[in-house]
Every structure is written in C-alpha cells, then in structure tokens.
C-alpha cells in the first residue's frame, strides 16, 4: 500500500501522533516530512521517539527515520496486537501523550491490554495524569470506551520519574458523541500538589486559586518521595456527568500566586463560556469522534491543533468535519462520514 503523503511542518508532535493511531487502526502506511518543522528544535525528540517505537511494538510494525532529530518518517503498521507493554520515555516527556498515541489501536484487538508508561505525569502544555482520568477516559466511556488509569507516582518536569498504568479493553464500535448542553455546576475542587518544595509555596497556590474559584473542597498534598522537585495546582469542575480540570505548573520565575491565579482562571473562563467540553478536551475528542463517524460536540474558541489534528484525520478517513459558530461565542464541531 502507498504510504500517505504528510507534511508536518504546520504542527507540533500532535500531528505525528494522531498519525501513528490511525496508520495502527486502519493499516495506511504514512510518510511524514518536516516534522515539527515550525519548531524552535524541529524533528523528532525523545517523547515522540518513543511513541514512534511503542507504536511498532504493539503493531509489529516498522519505521524508516526513527531517530533523534529526524525530520522524515516513515511508518508501516502491522496487526496489532493486545498483551502487556512497558515503555519509558527517559525524560520527563509525557505519558499522558504516549496513552493517548496508543489508546485507540489497544481497543481494537479482542483481548484487554495493559500499559506501563514511565517519564513525566504532570508536564506543561500536556494532559496531566488527573485530567485523563477524570475528564478525558469519562468522556471516552460515552462512546463506549473501557479503559483505566492508576497513579503510580508523580514526575514533574524537568526530571521526570513517573510512572502511570493503564487497562484498556476492546471495543468493536464506538457510539457517536453528542456533548451539546451542559448541565447547571454541582460543585468545584481544587487540589495542589507539591514535591520537595515549602509547603508555603502550595499554600499561596491555593489561596490564589480559591479568590476565584471558592470552593470548601480544597487542599494540598505532598506526593510521594521521588525524583526532582515540582507542583501544580488543579481546578476540577463538575456539571452533573460532565466534568472539566484545569491546571497550572509552577515555573522559575513565576509567583505561586501568579500560577494558582492561572489554573483557577482557566476554570472561570470555561465556567463563563458555557460550553459543555473544555479547549484540550475538544481537541483530543477529535479522533474518537471521526472512528465512531458521527459525533457532535460544543466548545470553546479552538487552538491551532484542531485544524491540523482534523486535516491529518480527513487523510486517513472518509469524515468531513465541520467547524462553526454557536450560542455566546462558543463553536460547534461535528463530523460525518464523507
């Protein structure tokens, strides 16, 4: 079969991994050039190294440019097959991404399959470990997704040391999506967590984060011993069965307070658009939506992934999305099959 012909260099490493789940579901074999090619370091880096590996792994299959900094890859898919998996990214890269990469070739065999991915848990501009466990994964099980998730322990950037599982099980067909409305707010949680720092610095975290979100259910909690120090603070919502997080991490140079202000703000804008999925989930909904192909969603203003992510899913499947205006600037994405 004659690979796809993609080029990466109007993406990030969203891109490449949205490519790999595909090529791993429907067997289309994919060139890609200038990859990350817009990057201050382009090509390949060890994150994304290692869910080009994973990918062969599980899929028996093979990739021609699979090295660090490479720009050009090739990428054949074999069957994929269920089994027990261990990947480390040997950084702090993330692991919810590599989850994400794998996710939806592990659903396909007949048989469940468990995962243990070690490397960064709680990343800047990633999905940390909370929100796919408790955002991202229930969203999936509307569409009829059986997967989860357990922290073993936390990594931080830059050091990494994390490690989470996971247990995915088949499923034969998904269900169209339909998030449209979201129901009234039932209440909000904020929790920060913290390494090897002061626990003052989580404090004034979540001081700052409940002047705009106040909420009784609030705390901090230290994380186990491990490597690298690090915290974050998390704003979970909840809207009867829908629910949204938001996250902010601590960065040299940056105020605690200025940080639990960030997360906490990032809740009050979804909070006040009204739209039933988040930025990061709308986004990450986008491949699950076009394998079911049907689907629906309501959401935030999108960032520039959407429109890559759904120019490299158009490639591999017959679905047409459509992106358009909704009610109180919130905009509406749906797919069918073309």
């Not at 991915?117 to 709680?122: F, I, K, R, S």
């Not at 073993?152 to 950037?157: K, M, N, V």
């Not at 394998?291 to 629906?296: P, V």
């Not at 358009?324 to 099959?337: A, L, M, N, Q």
Request: aromatic share 4%; proline share 7%; glycine share 12%.
């Amino acid at each position: 079969m004659k690979p796809l012909q993609l080029d990466g260099s109007s993406g990030g490493g969203q891109m490449l991994r949205t490519a790999l789940s595909l090529a791993m579901v429907t067997g289309q074999p994919f060139r890609m050039t200038n990859i990350r090619g817009k990057r201050s370091r382009p090509g390949l880096m060890r994150q994304h190294l290692t869910c080009v590996k994973a990918a062969c792994e599980i899929s028996g299959g093979t990739a021609d440019g699979a090295e660090i900094g490479s720009t050009e890859l090739v990428f054949r898919a074999g069957k994929v097959r269920a089994g027990s998996y261990q990947f480390a990214i040997g950084t702090a890269g993330s692991t919810g991404l590599l989850f994400q990469t794998l996710l939806p070739a592990l659903w396909q065999p007949d048989g469940p399959s468990t995962l243990r991915l070690e490397g960064g848990t709680h990343n800047p501009l990633a999905p940390p470990f909370d929100f796919l466990d408790r955002v991202f994964l229930p969203a999936l099980k509307k569409a009829g997704v059986e997967a989860g998730l357990s922290l073993e322990s936390a990594g931080f950037a830059p050091a990494g040391g994390g490690a989470i599982t996971a247990i995915i099980h088949p499923c034969a067909k998904l269900a169209p999506l339909d998030l449209s409305t979201r129901p009234e707010l039932t209440g909000s949680r904020i929790r920060v967590l913290t390494r090897h720092l002061p626990l003052s610095i989580a404090g004034r975290m979540l001081d700052a984060a409940l002047e705009l979100i106040p909420c009784k259910d609030a705390a901090v909690e230290n994380c186990e011993p491990g490597p690298g120090a690090g915290v974050c603070c998390l704003v979970e919502s909840e809207f009867g069965d829908l629910r949204e997080l938001t996250s902010a991490f601590g960065e040299q140079g940056t105020s605690a307070d200025k940080i639990g202000h960030r997360a906490a703000k990032l809740m009050q804008d979804f909070i006040g658009c009204g739209a039933p999925v988040g930025r990061c989930l709308a986004d990450q909904l986008l491949l699950p939506m076009a394998l079911a192909g049907d689907g629906r969603i309501v959401t935030m203003s999108p960032d520039a992934h959407v429109p890559t992510n759904i120019s490299v899913i158009e490639k591999f499947l017959p679905v047409k999305f459509r992106v358009h205006d909704g009610e109180r600037g919130t905009k509406v994405i749906e797919v069918t099959r073309d």
